[in-house]
Antibody
Framework: EVQLVESGGGLIQPGESLTLSCATF????????LGWVRQAPGKGLEWVSG????????FYPRSAKGRFTISKDTSKNTVSLHVANVTPDDTAVYYC??????????????WGQGTLVTVSS | IQMTQSPSTLSASVGDRVTITCRASQSISRSLAWYQQKPGKPPHVLISEASTLQIGVPSRFSGSGSGTEFTLTISGLQPEDFATYYC?????????FGRGTKVET
């Protein structure tokens, strides 16, 4: 069974950095592209990063370039998202997502339960 | 690529036929997925490639379209279908989501 388990959320102050982690289980880690999607309270879904199965390529929407960094640790089967210089607009539930294959340009077949990040002073 | 989803809210009753529309700002071929999300839960995919039903999704859900115009239809709304639905294009990267359609009573 595919499982995606996020961690690292919580209360963080504006201007600080945060790192979210997603532990993965139940599939061959290097064969699937992974990513992060966030959802602000009461709002819609926003894709914020993606990484290919090999980890050789990363992708971000224009809104996330420069502050968001996604990475994979194949020794731990985890994917991480680092967000620098957070603002209150980064307050959201962050979901770890898995594509159905190694291709990053694909739908999200599996979702974690999400981790809530609250940016406030 | 921008995805315009309509309506934003839809009032319906059990048994109704419901249609949600998603328009892309440029052609995305058939690279479109539909998701259902219930409060406090992550979304889950219903349909990919515009019309391919995911395993386990009831046949009352159907998708159609290509290019820039897509629809999600629920034929015979059930109580468990009251939720928010999102479209997502994946022709370019993992793509943009529509703003969502809340199906309510």
């Amino acid at each position: 069974e595919v499982q995606l388990v996020e961690s690292g959320g919580g209360l963080i102050q504006p201007g600080e950095s945060l790192t979210l982690s997603c532990a993965t289980f139940g599939f061959s880690f290097s064969h699937f592209a992974l990513g992060w999607v966030r959802q602000a309270p009461g709002k819609g879904l926003e894709w914020v990063s993606g990484i290919t199965g090999s980890g050789g390529s990363t992708f971000y929407p224009r809104s996330a370039k420069g502050r968001f960094t996604i990475s994979k640790d194949t020794s731990k089967n985890t994917v991480s998202l680092h967000v620098a210089n957070v603002t209150p607009d980064d307050t959201a539930v962050y979901y770890c997502v898995r594509h159905p294959g190694a291709n990053y340009a694909d739908y999200f077949g599996d979702w974690g339960q999400g981790t809530l990040v609250t940016v406030s002073s | 690529i921008q995805m315009t989803q309509s309506p934003s809210t839809l009032s319906a009753s059990v048994g109704d036929r419901v249609t949600i529309t998603c328009r892309a700002s440029q052609s995305i071929s058939r690279s479109l997925a539909w998701y259902q999300q219930k409060p406090g839960k992550p979304p889950h995919v219903l349909i990919s490639e515009a019309s391919t039903l995911q395993i386990g999704v009831p046949s009352r859900f159907s998708g159609s379209g290509s290019g820039t115009e897509f629809t999600l239809t629920i034929s015979g709304l059930q109580p468990e279908d009251f939720a928010t639905y999102y479209c997502q294009q994946y022709n370019v990267y993992s793509g943009a989501f529509g703003r969502g359609t809340k199906v309510e009573t």
